[in-house]
Every structure is written in C-alpha cells, then in structure tokens.
Nanobody, 124 residues
Framework: QVQLVESGGGLVQAGGSLRLSCAAS????????MGWFRQAPGKEREFVST????????YYADAVKGRFTITRDNAKNMVYLQMNNLKPEDTAVYYC?????????????????WGQGTQVTVSS
C-alpha cells in the first residue's frame, strides 16, 4: 500500500500563490505516476496535473497550464504543486494521487491511491 498526505492549502487572494506538498510513504516503488486532482463544491473531481517518478514527464490541464508547476523529489518521496496567479475558480479541495500507470494520465481511474485532500480557497 501507499499512503499520501497533502499539505499546504489555505486561503489566498486572487493573484497570489500557494505550494501544495504531497508526502508519499509505504510501498512507493510500486507506483509510477503521481497526480493532482481537485474537486470544487457541487462539481466532479477534475484532473490538474501529473508527473512520472522516473523521468519527470509532466502533463497539465488546460485550465492551469502556465500557472501551475508540478515537481517531484524522488529522494524524499515528495511531490509538489506550485500554484501561481491563483483565481477564484481554482477554489477546491486538492487531492494527491498515485498510480501504477506507466506514463502520464489524466484519468482518475488510473490512480490507485489517494490522499485526504487539502482545501485551497482563493478570494476575489
């Protein structure tokens, strides 16, 4: 099993920045891809970004491209999401996910492990 714990959420004004962190523990060697998803009130969970552990390949949702950056620290088993120029529509609970899928994927069904989520609120 793989355990994921997110941190770094909070309240920020529009145009501000936050950095989310995801700490992975357990059998991390069995997962290949890490991702961030988010879910706003009354909406379905949506893909934000993904990165592969090995090659560091990344992929972003169009809504965050150019504003968010995903990185990983293999030695620390950490994944980060740097979020800049935040907008009120970025308000959501952000979830870290890990999957055995080999490659980058935006499909939530390809992720096997999920964190509890961290709230991000962007005020206008």
């Amino acid at each position: 099993q793989v355990q994921l714990v997110e941190s770094g959420g909070g309240l920020v004004q529009a145009g501000g920045s936050l950095r989310l962190s995801c700490a992975a523990s357990g059998r991390t060697f069995i997962v290949y891809t890490m991702g961030w998803f988010r879910q706003a009130p009354g909406k379905e969970r949506e893909f934000v970004s993904t990165i592969t552990w090995a090659g560091g390949r990344t992929y972003y949702a169009d809504a965050v491209k150019g504003r968010f950056t995903i990185t990983r620290d293999n030695a620390k088993n950490m994944v980060y999401l740097q979020m800049n120029n935040l907008k009120p529509e970025d308000t959501a609970v952000y979830y870290c996910a890990a999957g055995r899928y080999i490659g980058t994927t935006s499909r939530a069904s390809e992720y096997d492990y999920w964190g509890q989520g961290t709230q991000v609120t962007v005020s206008s």
